[in-house]
């Protein structure tokens, strides 16, 4: 077996580890905070409202200034969140403006910046955009970036992708085909 051979299978062999360490297990399901990550303050104020419930007042808060709608922030949630519903719909020759269905401002602990789209002549959008300083949740929930991670084993596939196209290519300079590993 060539040294270029030997290096190929190596990199697969760690390549192949890194996926099956990936999937989220750790030696523990404990997770360990230094004190002063216990301690954090947590002096976040975020725009609290939904559009379902407040109605047009709760989608321009910064132009209409409304205090009422603010919120100190509790415990572990220190991001301001925006999640946008909205829709389109679409014949043969033109597609509609997307039109909002509901706005929704809060205090989160967790959130992810995307935009979900489903469907094809009538698409539902779900937008979420997220910010960590206070009273930063003014926008319309347009994500910063559109691509979002989605729990599909999707990153899993394109890492194994990755990893024979350059086992591909490694072979491919050594003249050897695939088939004679």
């Not at 992810?112 to 469907?119: A, F, K, L, Q, R």
Request: glycine letters at 6%.
């Amino acid at each position: 077996m060539s040294h270029k051979q030997k290096i190929a299978i190596y990199m697969l062999w760690l390549a192949l580890g890194a996926m099956q360490s990936a999937d989220g297990q750790s030696i523990s399901n404990t997770v360990h905070r230094t004190q002063a990550a216990t301690e954090r303050v947590n002096d976040l104020s975020c725009y609290e409202c939904d559009t379902m419930d407040h109605g047009e007042a709760c989608v321009d808060v910064m132009t209409r200034n409304l205090t009422n709608f603010i919120r100190k922030c509790k415990g572990e949630e220190f991001i301001c969140m925006v999640k946008r519903f909205s829709y389109t719909t679409s014949t043969e020759n033109s597609t509609s403006a997307p039109k909002m269905w509901s706005l929704d401002r809060r205090c989160a602990v967790t959130c992810e910046s995307g935009c979900i789209v489903i469907g094809e002549r009538t698409k539902l959008y779900a937008c979420t955009s997220c910010c960590e300083k206070s009273l930063c949740n003014t926008g319309r929930g347009r994500a910063v970036s559109t691509f979002q991670r989605v729990e599909t084993g999707i990153g899993t596939y394109w890492c194994a992708a990755m990893v024979a196209t350059l086992v591909q290519r490694l072979l491919l300079h050594s003249n050897q085909s695939l088939l004679e590993i």
